[in-house]
């Protein structure tokens, strides 16, 4: 991969602005975008600079931690959670990969490089922008989930859980039966920074008779001092997480010492 840097790093810009220009000639990904009546030029500044920014990180094989968040929040806008609000579809986030992929096999077949130097890179880049694919998209169904349901159930958030989040208040998607412990796995995958703080991982062992191997699975609980609270009542002075919740409640998350 490292051999091909030069040859990418020298045709970046040009890979950028002719992604820009396919998205915008095909109706459905114009029509995605919101530029079927024409192109917003501030829109299209903001998308090239962020992916710039990301083509960069790529290009320099960042694998940090804070990379991999960088790409489960990115998943999670193209859902419709980033600042526009535009939903674009999980086959067009498999696709655009795909595109990279493709313009780089161009550009390193255009350099003259050995066929040997080229397959071996896109080996390479193919496992990398595909580990990307795959942390994207689970902060796109992340969101999706976080959307799904017949109401919306508001849920505030108090302490040092606040600034971890980002956020003082969020509604989540919840069906008829769901109960507290499905709105709170919903707030938690949404939120994962969120986790260390709030939950402690229990992991329980199971033994199947069809099977020579023990089945080691984990669950979280609520850290001590935690406090759930529905409608202004603690969850553990009513049904606990199997509390059920219906249109017009509220949920409340407290951190120890509130």
Sequence with gaps: MSRSLETLFRRGHELVV????HLQHVPETAAVLGWDQGVDPVHLEERRRFFTLWLTRTLGMDTSDEFANYLFRAGKSHAAHGPRHVHVPEA???ASVGL???SFS???GEAGMP???ISAALAGWNKYLGVQLNQMLFGYRIACEFDEGRFKLPVRIFGILRPKVGVAECHIGVSAGATAETVLQKFFNYFPEGRQDALQIIWSSEERPDSLWMDVKPS???RKGWRILLNGRELEHQSGLDCLVKQGDELSIFPPGR
């Design 18 to 21: 002719n992604t820009y220009e």
């Design 92 to 94: 067009y986030v498999t």
């Design 100 to 102: 990279v992929l493709s």
């Design 106 to 108: 161009q550009y390193l």
């Design 115 to 117: 066929a040997e130097a």
């Design 220 to 222: 979280y609980r609520l």
